[in-house]
Structures are given as C-alpha cells and as structure tokens.
C-alpha cells in the first residue's frame, strides 16, 4: 500500500521570499507523484506531475518539485512567492498505472506581507 | 470548457436526516470520482465510476452512503442516515480515462455541516 506524508500543516513565509514544502511517499511500487493546490471555496488545481523521465518538473504560476528516490520525497519550491500563492497545497500519488490518488494532509501555506 | 458542477454548494442538516449532492462532470469523461474531505485532512476517495459502473467503492460505508451515475453523465452521492462525522467537503472530479496519464479535474465541491 501508499502513503503521502506532508510533514507541514502550515508553512508562514513573508511574499518575495523562497518557499519549499516537503512531501515523502512510501511505495514498493514504481510510483507517480503530483501536488495539487486549494484555493478558499475551490475544488484542487493540478500544479504539476512526476510520471516518468527527468526527476526535475516544472509546474504552473512558477512552481517546482523534484523527485528523489533515494530520499522517497517530492518537496514542492517556489523561488519567490507571491500574496496570491496562500492557499492549501496537497501532495498525492498513485501506483500501478492507474489514476487512483493516495493524498497527504495538506500544508496551508500562508504568504505574509 | 466548462468545468466540473456541483449543487448545492452549502448544505446544513440535523443529524439522522438525509441527504444528497449533485455532480455534473465535464462533458465526455468518463470517469467520475466521490472524494470525501475532512478539514485538516487530505480528499478521500469514496467511489470511482467508469460510464455508469463501478470500479471502487471499497471505502463507502455503505451501510449509510449510495451513489449513482445513471446514464453514464451526472451523478448523485446520498448519505442516510447522516451522522455528526459525516461533516466534510465532498468533491466530485472527472478525467477522460483511469490511467495515470488521465489528470482528475475537481469540482468546487459541497460543504456538508451535520448539527
């Protein structure tokens, strides 16, 4: 079986600063990652996927997540984040080819003047 | 395009009431999705539709929840009787197949309160 562990509930970060928010899996299968975002009232927003190939994926609105296998993490980073950023973002994945998600428990991320 | 529907978008009922949520998917998936989310908690999966069957629903409690997909389009999800645990957002997704590569699009959901 899967789990997603996001070791955060909530990560403060003041806006123009540099942003990273840790996922970890636990899998004896070969694995498929993704991070989701949840703005106030809103259903999830795929941000970006790891699939297959380069360990590096770039993502929408700027945001970045590299898989370490070796680590069996997927942390999420951002350069410089913006007010628009504060929203909750969730870890996820899925195993053997199929589309069924395994979610973490979520990092509300909080942007500060 | 549009996206996933939902209805209502707000529902408050007493406890041992029923119960039930609309979901319209986005038009051609043919897969549709039931998550259940608990605040402080990730979505979890209740039930998966292929068309207008059932893939898995291994984590209904199926002694109180149902669902639905006649048709193989909309789809209701009804809780009876609701208990005060069954207080969550319950989002409705759709992808155009089941393999990893189908992204799951979410509806805005319903948020559930049982006093």
């Known amino acids: 079986a899967q789990s997603v562990t996001q070791l955060d509930s909530q990560v403060p970060v003041f806006e123009e600063a540099p942003v990273e928010l840790r996922c970890n899996y636990s899998s004896s299968v070969s694995v498929y990652l993704f991070w989701y975002v949840q703005y106030p009232n809103q259903g999830l927003q795929l941000l970006l996927k790891?699939?297959?190939?380069?360990?590096l994926v770039k993502g929408i609105n700027g945001f970045e997540a590299e898989f370490n296998k070796s680590q069996t993490s997927f942390h999420l980073r951002k350069p410089s984040v913006h007010i628009s950023d504060t929203a909750e973002y969730f870890c996820?994945?899925?195993?053997?080819?199929?589309?069924?998600?395994?979610f973490g428990t979520g990092t509300q991320l909080k942007v500060e003047l | 395009e549009a996206g996933v529907a939902q209805s209502p978008r707000y529902k408050i009922i007493e406890k041992r009431q029923s119960v039930a949520f609309w979901c319209n998917p986005i038009?051609?998936?043919?897969?549709l999705y039931w998550y259940q989310q608990i605040l402080g908690q990730g979505p979890k999966l209740l039930i998966q539709?292929?068309?207008?069957?059932?893939?898995?629903d291994s984590q209904l409690p199926k002694d109180r929840f149902s669902a639905e997909r006649l048709k193989g389009v909309d789809s209701t999800l009804k809780i009876q009787p609701a208990k005060l645990e069954d207080s969550a957002v319950y989002l409705c997704?759709?992808?155009?197949?089941?393999?990893?590569?189908?992204?799951?699009?979410f509806g805005p959901g319903t948020r559930l309160t049982v006093l």
């Open positions: 997704a759709s992808s155009s197949g089941t393999s990893t590569y189908n992204e799951q699009f």
């Open positions: 038009s051609g998936h043919a897969t």
């Open positions: 539709f292929q068309n207008n069957g059932v893939v898995d």
């Open positions: 996820a994945g899925s195993t053997g080819g199929g589309n069924k998600l395994t």
């Open positions: 790891y699939l297959s190939g380069s360990t």
